[in-house]
């Protein structure tokens, strides 16, 4: 017989444990009996140590984990076609809202959530980062938002019964994952979106602090190749802060919360508890939050709504702001800047970054990042070059001698990955300590080629492909596969999750990846 065991990699460890254990007592009573488990890696990385795992003997499989819009694709298309075979009078379906809806709606309402989640880079690309590619938290994900009163279901089905285009704002969609079923943001109701602008009252520092750690991690992601060299430990982290002024243990307070929220996460998964020794590295869930915090009007305007500030007027006029009445652009525009003047004005006085030194250069741009948003100007540009394999490229801004940056994040939420030289766009340019950066892409004018095929080139589908080199000592390796310029980076954690500890060269294997921003990057391999 084959007995699986489904979804125990749903339940606690202990659980699983246990589950395992049973299945090893059927199979030493029936002897011929194949029997699957479902565990977690995080199981799997604590029972490697010792548990049932070392007494027990077992084989073990890494089934290939399919992209968060693979995953939603395949969902949208199996309730489109259930509602195919059921007629039209087959009733009407009652919402947990209380609202009813018909068949012929249910139809509509499908043919909406292709549209949004599988149509819609954007989307999928927020999900996908701030549920850390985990296929069931991106599931919960897209179910808060698309029963988030701020998308407007009801509108997005009249709209496609209408035969009109199916459009969303994309200030509405950060308005549903952040704020979910609320019009603010509630901090207890959300287990995706941290505020990072609150200050814990037991470990008082600048409301940036957050922000600072995530950018300090993501540098050091930035200034490596292999990934086992982006982890910092706990008391490198401390001894780069105390230069600063933030004393050992505000600056483990905060990194705890940027733990249990998952926007940083420990070299063990075992371990959710900040201790000496610990290596941590940033999340793709880090790295969207930054991004927001940075450049989302939305995201910020929320935050500064729920946000505890240490001045009774500026509390005040921030409530005061946040209500209805009046010119509501003109209010949320006030309001981000009374509140981004105030969280530049804590930090001031809380954070003291060493001038001369070369390694705090990343935190003296931050503020002034922060503050472009004032000086957005929209201009014209020509891609001049863009290596997505980098992660950045540069734009001749028309009008300006100097290029202007343009970094893969930017690309994505623009839903791009890669640009050919000669593509005209029409983008939002500031100028910073670093020089001129494109911080948004508005329109496409004109394309020099072939950007748009290569789109999809990494994501979704396995693909065969060859090892081409692997250095067990550092801890990755490449892998070509035919048809693409660029090879996949391997990391260790992908061979180890696989059973393997080393690979040859030659090795012919089936892969799935994704584009991060250094490139093409394993997430999964399959080795016959």
């Not at 609202?99 to 996908?128: H, P, T, Y």
């Amino acid at each position: 017989p084959c007995i699986v065991f489904d979804n125990a990699d749903q339940f606690p460890v202990e659980i699983q444990q246990r589950v395992f254990q049973y299945a090893n007592a059927i199979f030493e009573e029936v002897k011929s009996a194949f029997l699957i488990v479902p565990i977690t890696d995080r199981t799997v990385w604590q029972l490697s140590k010792e548990g049932p795992l070392q007494s027990y003997k077992s084989k073990s499989f890494y089934l290939p984990v399919p992209s968060t819009k693979k995953v939603l694709e395949k969902r949208i298309q199996y309730v489109g076609k259930e509602l195919a075979e059921q007629s039209s009078d087959a009733g009407q379906y009652a919402l947990p809202n209380g609202v009813r809806i018909s068949i012929d709606n249910l139809k509509a309402f499908a043919a909406c959530l292709e549209n949004v989640f599988i149509e819609n880079e954007f989307i999928a690309r927020r999900i996908g980062f701030l549920s850390n590619f985990d296929i069931r938290r991106s599931l919960e994900l897209s179910r808060r938002l698309m029963t988030s009163h701020h998308i407007g279901v009801d509108d997005l089905v009249a709209a496609y019964l209408a035969g009109n285009r199916i459009y969303i704002p994309r200030s509405r969609i950060t308005s549903g994952l952040v704020n979910g079923p609320h019009d603010h943001f509630r901090q207890d109701q959300s287990s995706f979106i941290l505020n990072l602008f609150e200050v814990d009252a037991s470990a008082i520092s600048s409301p940036l602090l957050k922000l600072r750690l995530l950018s300090l991690l993501l540098d050091k992601e930035n200034s490596v190749k292999n990934p086992l060299e982006s982890y910092l430990t706990i008391g490198e982290i401390e001894g780069y802060f105390e230069p600063m002024g933030v004393p050992a243990q505000v600056t483990r307070a905060n990194l705890q919360q940027l733990i249990s929220y998952r926007l940083v996460s420990p070299y063990d998964p075992t371990e959710d508890d900040v201790r000496p020794g610990q290596r941590v590295s940033i999340t793709t869930s880090g790295k969207m939050h930054r991004e927001l915090a940075l450049h989302d009007p939305v995201f910020f305007s929320q935050m500064a709504i729920v946000t505890g500030v240490r001045s009774a007027d500026l509390a005040a006029t921030l409530k005061t702001l946040s209500q209805r009445g009046g010119d509501f652009f003109e209010r949320m525009k006030k309001l981000k800047r009374d509140f981004l003047d105030y969280c530049v004005q804590q930090d001031s006085r809380f954070i003291k970054i060493p001038q001369a030194n070369q390694n705090y250069a990343g935190q003296l741009a931050l503020v002034d990042e922060l503050q472009s948003a004032r000086m957005v100007q929209r201009s014209r540009g020509q891609v001049k070059w863009f290596n997505a394999k980098e992660g950045y490229g540069f734009v001749d801004i028309e009008g300006h001698e100097a290029d202007a940056y343009l970094s893969l994040t930017v690309a994505e939420e623009f839903g791009q990955n890669s640009f050919d030289s000669g593509d005209e766009l029409v983008c939002d340019v500031v100028q910073t300590q670093r020089g001129y950066q494109v911080v948004g892409i508005s329109e496409r004018l004109a394309s020099a080629g072939k950007a748009d095929a290569d789109k999809s080139d990494y994501e979704d589908d396995l693909k065969l492909g060859t090892v081409v080199f692997y250095n067990s000592d550092r801890g990755f390796g490449f892998i070509k596969v035919p048809d693409n310029s660029r090879d996949i980076l391997l990391p260790r954690r992908v061979l180890n999750s696989a059973g393997l500890s080393t690979i040859e060269e030659g090795t012919e294997l089936l892969v799935q990846a994704e584009m991060q921003i250094k490139g093409p990057v394993a997430t999964s391999i399959l080795v016959g």
